[in-house]
């Protein structure tokens, strides 16, 4: 039984985890566009994204580490326990840096009211986070990739041994007689 949900399992981590991904380019982009918005309009704007955050990157990254352990209790056929335990990893990673580096980044400049300070230069914790959601980033997209290997490994083995054509076994069958 654990065998066949499995694989459904790890079709949905995959599409799950690809969607993150998505919406850490999205993030990013998000982020990278304060800068260039009216400083009066940052704080509507920047609500209006967390909004969207909350309905979207916190489920979709807590679905991925729900989806990851049920993959773990599963051990599927054919993926090594040290991948499943790698992409567990990197997504709780994320949620880590995200509390204690980006968000708090992120917390940092939405208190300040701008993405610069006086004098018009950028806020260092906006400067941060920018310089470093490249990280964030391909971790993400890494996580998806490994979810993507894990299904198709598991795939292969659900479908055995490839077989010799019917064919071929007919043709090489001695014949009756």
Request: proline share 6%.
């Amino acid at each position: 039984m654990s065998q066949r949900l499995a694989l459904p399992v790890l079709a949905l981590l995959t599409a799950t985890t690809a969607f993150g991904a998505g919406l850490a380019w999205m993030t990013h982009m998000h982020h990278r566009a304060l800068q260039y918005l009216d400083p009066t309009r940052m704080t509507a704007f920047d609500d209006g994204y967390e909004l969207l955050s909350d309905f979207t990157v916190i489920p979709v990254g807590v679905l991925g580490v729900v989806l990851s352990a049920v993959v773990l209790w599963l051990r599927p056929r054919g993926v090594p326990i040290w991948l499943i335990l790698t992409t567990l990893g990197l997504q709780l990673s994320i949620f880590i840096t995200r509390i204690w580096l980006w968000g708090a980044w992120a917390e940092e400049v939405r208190a300040s009211g701008a993405v610069r300070v006086a004098g018009g230069a950028l806020h260092p914790a906006y400067e941060r986070y920018l310089a470093t959601n490249g990280i964030r980033i391909a971790i993400i997209a890494c996580y998806a990739l490994l979810a993507l290997v894990m299904t198709i490994l598991a795939a292969r083995a659900a479908t055995g041994p490839r077989s010799e054509s019917p064919v071929a076994v007919r043709d090489s069958a001695p014949s009756p007689g």
